[in-house]
């Protein structure tokens, strides 16, 4: 088992940048592939970003190409999300989630209870 804990949402305005943190504990971190997943009110959650193990190979959605950084920190058993140019349309609960494996494509079984980010215009 995975426990999973987020920080670092809060209440910012367009253009801003927010840097959320998840950090691992329970039975192993193991080198998760990691993931952060969004949800706003009335849509599915949705893939963002996500890591391998190593940090060599990660995803982002076209969505946040080039404003969010997906990275990780094992020694620390910690991955972040670097959020820039925050826009409304950011605003949302963010989960991070942990997969069994190393490698990206697989599911995601381990999830933090998620930490809201509300963009004001």
């Known amino acids: 088992q995975v426990q999973l804990v987020e920080s670092g949402g809060g209440l910012v305005q367009a253009g801003d940048s927010l840097r959320l943190s998840c950090a691992a504990s329970?039975?192993?971190?193991?080198?998760?592939?990691m993931g952060w997943f969004r949800q706003a009110p009335g849509k599915e959650r949705q893939l963002i970003a996500a890591s391998s193990c190593s940090g060599a190979s990660t995803y982002g959605a076209d969505s946040v190409k080039g404003r969010f950084t997906i990275s990780r920190d094992n020694a620390k058993n910690t991955v972040y999300l670097q959020m820039n140019s925050l826009k409304p349309e950011d605003t949302a609960v963010y989960y991070c989630?942990?997969?069994?494996?190393?490698?990206?494509?697989?599911?995601?079984?381990?999830w933090g209870q998620g930490t809201q980010v509300t963009v004001s215009s």
């Open positions: 329970g039975r192993t971190f193991n080198c998760n592939a």
């Open positions: 989630a942990a997969s069994p494996w190393s490698s990206l494509g697989g599911r995601f079984d381990y």
